[in-house]
């Protein structure tokens, strides 16, 4: 069988469909008093015993249905399994015992288990139940005869009659089944493109808040710039003109301006690196490619470390909090490599390949131990981690006391 998910609702009209196959069993006197003769099929069955037979039957497949346990266990065969069971029996009981079967008159409660069949598999899987149940009805006319004096007296035309009925009923099962199939794959196409209009317009959303992410962080970016920047700036200016003009003062208090000087040139640049973290703004002006490559030689230029990158002329379609994910892992990157790392070589590369987009970040450095917890908290790895896991991306970071470190980003295409 195809599917492994069942349709919903389908389960539910399964159970109905026990129940109101019992109640007509033993609402409906659609047998005799006495069924079937000894010496025709070796049995002997009243009504009484026949509607306890049914009953048990009914039970036994309402309770299959009704378990959870066990449909978890059985997993795509759970249906299949159900479906087969009920129609044995249906198709035992009706050759055996319902007069139905004799007067050419097709099984009613066989077109719901075909509608059931219809409803969550295809057209292939239609045409096997059909097949099955004549194959079935077949087998058993031929091992255990329908009496004709009821009718005909004549076999010749009891057998025409008789398969006749088989042939009339499958094709009219064929045409139910086939119509159902196909109302149900308008349904299912239906369905996939509503869940495609809505994962669009999740997506939207999604891009629509990173959107106005991005602007209230560029304004807290242009606030903290204009006040607590440029007080900073103002008292370096200052501390330097104190330092400049008073020559006399004591060593002690030289020595206290100093390391205010030190102390405020300290909180300006961890005031300006900040602002550069929490402005995005590389990224809606030249899109990611670009927006590494220029952190990446800023980067460079500023440590004084020998840069080689290797990436992409273009990135396109890529969303942005995916662009945003890669930005600031590389930031992160290369701030740990400011911080920890003492390399004088950095390699920084991007780049699609059948699994996906990679970017992979080395340096040369003096390296850690990665299963250190320690580390994996003062280097923010685990925060880079948590990016990755926003965007179903993998982060992996291999590295080891002395051999450099390697910060790799996998984004999966199904991602």
């Known amino acids: 069988m195809q599917k492994t998910k069942i349709e919903p609702g389908l389960v539910n009209v399964f159970r109905w469909y026990v129940v109101l196959r019992f109640v007509f069993s033993i609402s409906m006197p659609f047998v005799s008093t006495q069924i079937g003769k000894r010496g025709e099929w070796g049995v002997e069955i009243d009504t009484t015993t026949l509607i306890i037979v049914t009953a048990v039957e009914m039970m036994l497949l309402f309770g299959y249905l009704s378990w959870p346990w066990l449909r978890k266990r059985i997993g795509k065969f759970f249906l299949p ?38 409803w969550q598999y295809r057209f292939r899987e239609v045409l096997i139940f059909i097949l099955g149940a004549a194959l079935m009805e077949l087998a058993l006319l031929q091992v255990f005869p329908l009496p004709n004096e009821f009718i005909f007296r004549n076999s010749e035309t009891h057998h025409i009659v008789t398969y006749g009925r088989i042939f009339a009923s499958s094709f009219s099962y064929l045409l139910l089944g086939y119509i159902v199939t196909r109302l149900m794959k308008a349904q299912r196409e239906q369905r996939k493109k509503l869940t495609d209009a809505n994962l669009k317009l999740v997506q939207h959303a999604n891009t629509v808040e990173q959107l106005s992410t991005s602007r209230e962080r560029n304004r807290l970016s242009r606030e903290l710039h204009d006040t607590l920047a440029h007080t900073l700036s103002a008292l370096v200016v200052q501390f330097d003109a104190l330092a400049t003009v008073w020559g006399s003062i004591p060593d002690k208090a030289r020595e206290m301006v100093e390391q205010m000087q030190a102390t405020t040139r300290s909180g300006l640049d961890e005031t300006r690196r900040a602002l550069r973290a929490l402005r995005a703004s590389p990224l809606e002006d030249v899109g990611l490619v670009l927006a590494l490559q220029g952190l990446a030689e800023d980067f460079s230029v500023r440590q004084n470390i020998v840069l080689q990158h290797d990436l992409p002329e273009i990135l396109s379609d890529l969303p942005p909090e995916v662009e945003l994910c890669f930005y600031r892992v590389a930031q992160e990157s290369l701030e740990n490599i400011a911080r920890h790392a003492a390399a004088d070589r950095l390699t920084i590369q991007m780049g699609r390949d059948p699994s996906g987009l990679i970017m992979t970040i080395s340096d040369n450095g003096r390296g850690f131990d990665v299963s250190d917890d320690v580390n994996q908290e003062h280097l923010g790895i685990q925060g880079m981690q948590e990016r990755a896991g926003l965007i179903g991306a993998d982060l992996r970071v291999d590295s080891s006391p002395g051999e450099g470190t390697t910060v790799r980003l996998h984004l999966e295409n199904d991602a």
């Open 81 to 118: 399994a159900g479906i087969i069971l009920a129609t044995l029996g249906l198709i035992l009981e009706q050759h055996f015992f319902s007069r139905s079967a004799r007067f050419g008159q097709p099984f009613p409660f066989l077109y719901v288990l075909l509608i059931l069949v219809a």
